[in-house]
């Protein structure tokens, strides 16, 4: 899977303004790419200029056109694009550094959390005259062909995200701003259970929970006294074991759908488990 913003932040081709912590792009997908699965290390704030897709995530799919906007936190996912029609849209690379800088610099939007909450995997933005002004300023800026000061793209930044905040329809997002800013770790088991069907290494997973890849096995042990491979494939078989039984996709998506590199290997990995094939396994529990 591609790692969107190192991808992003590193192609010479785009238009975009670099930041420590943030990064603008704007970006227009090609008309060939239809089904893309992708991963973010940073959260990303989507803003479509034209043309339609949809972001998916195991619980939900988001469609957005046209002047739609998407706060997504950072993890894997499935986007479709429509390609009767450009895909033309303003990206906003954001970590979590920034948004602990944001808060804590502006008190009056820290919010009395509930630790059990489970946050959305993505959340849609409601926009106002103001933000599409913000948006156009921005557009502006990237196509001017001279390099602006990093002070005035985390100015606009900050707008930006002024202007999502003070929104009280966006509240979920200050609230998951304030969950950021109050806990200095990522929690590894959220984000192993968010996106263990995605065919992603253990070095990604190490990144997407902000740490380096030894101190991630070694935390990963601690908590779930296994390894991050061991517990990723048990995920996995586990998923697919729900899949063949609830479904009637087959094996070979339900192989693809756990995160399992291609056919043989689920298939394999399946019958060392569970000494069966899944195919197997499906028609003795039907029949049973």
């Not at 997908?29 to 991963?39: A, H, R, S, T, V």
């Not at 002004?133 to 062909?145: K, M």
Request: include cysteine; aromatic fraction near 16%.
């Amino acid at each position: 899977m591609i790692n969107a913003y190192e991808y992003f932040k590193n192609h010479p081709k785009f238009n975009k303004l670099v930041g420590n912590d943030f990064l603008f792009v704007e970006y227009k997908c090609p008309l060939n790419i239809e089904d893309y699965q992708l991963w973010i290390e940073s959260h990303l704030i989507t803003y479509v200029i034209s043309g339609k897709k949809d972001w998916i995530t195991s619980k939900k799919t988001y469609q957005l056109i046209a002047g739609d906007a998407l706060f997504v936190r950072k993890g894997a996912y499935i986007t479709k694009q429509y390609l009767e029609s450009d895909y033309c849209v303003m990206l906003f690379f954001i970590n979590d550094n920034f948004i602990k800088r944001f808060i804590k610099d502006n008190p009056t939007f820290k919010r009395e959390l509930n630790y059990k909450k489970e946050h959305n995997q993505i959340f849609d933005i409601t926009t106002n005259d103001l933000f599409k002004t913000l948006i156009e300023s921005i557009f502006q800026y990237l196509n001017q062909g001279v390099e602006i000061p990093k002070e005035l793209v985390e100015i606009k930044f900050k707008e930006l995200l002024f202007n999502i905040v003070l929104n009280t329809n966006n509240k979920e997002i200050l609230f998951f701003f304030n969950s950021i800013s109050q806990n200095t770790k990522t929690n590894i088991e959220n984000m192993m259970t968010e996106n263990f069907q995605y065919d992603l290494k253990i070095a990604d997973f190490a990144k997407l929970c902000d740490k380096s890849l030894s101190s991630f096995k070694r935390e990963f042990k601690a908590y779930f006294n296994t390894t991050p491979s061991r517990w990723l494939i048990n995920k996995r078989l586990e998923h697919s074991k729900m899949l063949l039984l609830s479904t009637d996709l087959t094996i070979s998506q339900i192989g693809y759908e756990c995160g399992f590199k291609n056919n043989s290997h689920f298939i394999q990995a399946f019958k060392k488990k569970s000494t069966i094939t899944p195919n197997k396994y499906r028609i003795l529990k039907k029949e049973a």
